[in-house]
């Protein structure tokens, strides 16, 4: 019988948990306005993402202008995003002759949000992302599994930076 009054015990105080964060300001990411009352999803088509040079670099950009525009048009241009990648590998898994049967992808990004209007910086910050991936003998399966890792790096990156963003913007714009 103690068990019933512990679990309704748990489940009240999870309820009266629940009531008392309803008046803290909690406020979903993606859900309602922003602070200026503009919806997020039309704050973030006004992100222009600014070209990264190399194919990884590629990647990342149309990840984030996916993820500003849902695949739609974007918006007239409020904000500019400036990234910077870099890249490295990784050896793992080191046999006795001397070849890797592992290896891992990093990607290190360091980003700017600018207000285009006042050219001013609004937010700095940095996202990484690791992918390891393994190596065969053949060269193509190689050069597919680097490219896989490095795809996978970049939507992790893309993610991250675009949560930082959108986390900025829903409290600023």
Request: glycine content about 10%; some cysteine; overall charge positive.
């Amino acid at each position: 019988m103690w068990w019933r009054s512990s679990a309704l015990f748990a489940s009240l105080l999870a309820g009266l948990a629940a009531l008392a964060l309803t008046g803290c300001g909690f406020q979903p990411l993606y859900g309602g306005t922003t602070a200026g009352g503009a919806r997020l999803a039309e704050v973030m088509a006004a992100v222009d993402v600014t070209p990264i040079p190399g194919r990884v670099g590629q990647k990342l950009r149309n990840e984030l202008i996916f993820a500003n525009t849902g695949g739609g048009n974007a918006g007239p241009t409020r904000y500019r995003l400036d990234i910077i990648v870099k890249e490295s590998v990784t050896d793992q898994l080191v046999q006795i002759t001397g070849d890797a049967t592992g290896q891992v992808f990093q990607l290190d990004a360091s980003f700017k949000l600018v207000d285009v209007a006042k050219g001013a910086v609004l937010l700095q910050g940095k996202a990484v992302s690791r992918a390891p991936y393994n190596r065969f003998q053949e060269i193509f399966a190689n050069v597919r599994a680097r490219y896989d890792a490095e795809n996978r790096a970049a939507r992790t990156v893309s993610e991250s930076i675009m949560t930082q963003v959108a986390a900025y913007l829903s409290n600023a714009a």
